[in-house]
Structures are given as structure tokens and as C-alpha cells.
């Protein structure tokens, strides 16, 4: 559920509802990359389109197309071969990718975007 208080103060338009479903489909938040989800505004024909993981509007925090942040998940996981790669050289001790314990994958979380996720992007 959506915090209206969250908007006092704050000097926010509200997203016409032709726009909510482009808007949800093709963007997500961006801070955690996490799906957007729209709420009516009460009374009123407009919405406020809010991140469902910080529950902050993307009229303060943005958003960004998952377009872009499929690209950059595939640039960092290039990175983190390359990390672990280079890990390995320094940490013999290091001999499989798997003695490293991932979390648990969340809905709709690819590998990739896991990994980006334990890196602390
Ligand atoms: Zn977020």
C-alpha cells in the first residue's frame, strides 16, 4: 500500500491513466530496479506511480527503462566474471564458483541481476 503522507509537501502531477500502463510495462524504479505499481489518487482520475519495494513516487526517485538496466545487468555481469576470475588468481583457495553462496533468487530475478544485486548495484 502506497504512504500518501509521503507526498506532503511535495509538489507531485500525478500520471494521466493512458499513461500508467506504458509507464508500469516499460520502466522500474531507479534505486532498486524494482517493478513499479500505480494507485489512484482518491477522488481524483490521475495515479501515482510508486516503487513497490522503497514505496517511494518515481516523481521523487525516477525510473529508468528496463531496457537500460538490461543492459546494465549484462555489464556488470561481465564485470563480475571478470572479479571472479581475477579472485581466483589472488584466492587459490578459491577453486569453484559454487562454494559461493548466493541468496535465494526473488520473483522474477534473473541470475544476472542476482549477482548484480549481492554486489551492492
Ligand atoms: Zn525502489
Known amino acids: 500500500m502506497?504512504?500518501?503522507s509521503s507526498l506532503d509537501g511535495i509538489d507531485f502531477e500525478g500520471f494521466d491513466p493512458s499513461e500508467v500502463r506504458s509507464i508500469v510495462t516499460n520502466y522500474v524504479c531507479s534505486h532498486c530496479y524494482a517493478t513499479l505499481v500505480p494507485f489512484?489518487?482518491?477522488?481524483?482520475?490521475?495515479?501515482?506511480?510508486?516503487?513497490?519495494?522503497?514505496?517511494?513516487?518515481?516523481?521523487?526517485?525516477?525510473?529508468?527503462?528496463?531496457?537500460?538496466?538490461?543492459?546494465?545487468?549484462?555489464?556488470a555481469n561481465r564485470e563480475f566474471?571478470?572479479?571472479?576470475?581475477?579472485l581466483?588468481?589472488?584466492?587459490?583457495s578459491i577453486q569453484h564458483m559454487s562454494a559461493i553462496q548466493h541468496t535465494?533468487?526473488?520473483?522474477?530475478?534473473?541470475?544476472?541481476?542476482?549477482?548484480?544485486?549481492?554486489?551492492?548495484f
Open 104 to 120: 535465494p533468487l526473488r520473483e522474477g530475478e534473473t541470475e544476472t541481476g542476482r549477482n548484480v544485486r549481492e554486489l551492492g
Open 81 to 86: 566474471k571478470r572479479v571472479i576470475t581475477n
Open 2 to 4: 502506497f504512504d500518501w
Open 40 to 75: 489512484q489518487v482518491p477522488n481524483d482520475r490521475i495515479y501515482v506511480i510508486a516503487c513497490s519495494e522503497c514505496g517511494v513516487s518515481i516523481e521523487q526517485i525516477g525510473a529508468v527503462s528496463k531496457n537500460t538496466v538490461s543492459i546494465r545487468y549484462e555489464q
Open 88 to 92: 581466483k588468481d589472488l584466492y587459490p
